[in-house]
């Protein structure tokens, strides 16, 4: 079983960073695509960030582009997320997330995914 569990979140102001992490309690190394969702109160949970892990291939929701980035660490069993430039739109619960299928990678799926982290919190204020 692997267990996810997501740190990094905060209340910052419009313009600011923040870099999340994801460690995972098992090895990653069988996992072909991981990720990062978010949900704002009353929406639907939506794909932030994918890595597809053979090759490094990175996909981002338009929202994002330019602005966050997404890494591995193999040795660390970690998952990052670098957020630069943020907005008060991307206030909401970022969850980790991984898959043992990487089919799906490229289309930020969150039903694509069997494993989820509890989730962090990031405010961001005007």
């Known amino acids: 079983q692997v267990s996810l569990v997501e740190s990094g979140g905060a209340s910052v102001q419009a313009g600011g960073s923040l870099r999340l992490s994801c460690a995972s309690s098992?090895?990653?190394?069988?996992?072909?695509?991981m990720g990062w969702f978010r949900q704002a109160p009353g929406k639907e949970r939506e794909g932030v960030a994918n890595?597809?892990?053979?090759?490094?291939?990175?996909y981002y929701a338009d929202s994002v582009k330019g602005r966050f980035t997404i890494s591995l660490d193999n040795a660390k069993n970690a998952l990052y997320l670098q957020m630069n430039s943020l907005e008060p739109e991307d206030t909401g619960m970022y969850y980790c997330?991984?898959?043992?299928?990487?089919?799906?990678?490229?289309?930020?799926?969150?039903?694509?995914?069997?494993?989820w982290g509890q989730g962090t919190q990031v405010t961001v204020s005007l």
């Open positions: 890595i597809f892990k053979p090759d490094g291939t990175t």
């Open positions: 997330a991984s898959s043992h299928s990487g089919d799906m990678c490229y289309a930020l799926i969150a039903g694509e995914f069997g494993y």
């Open positions: 098992a090895s990653i190394l069988s996992m072909m695509c």
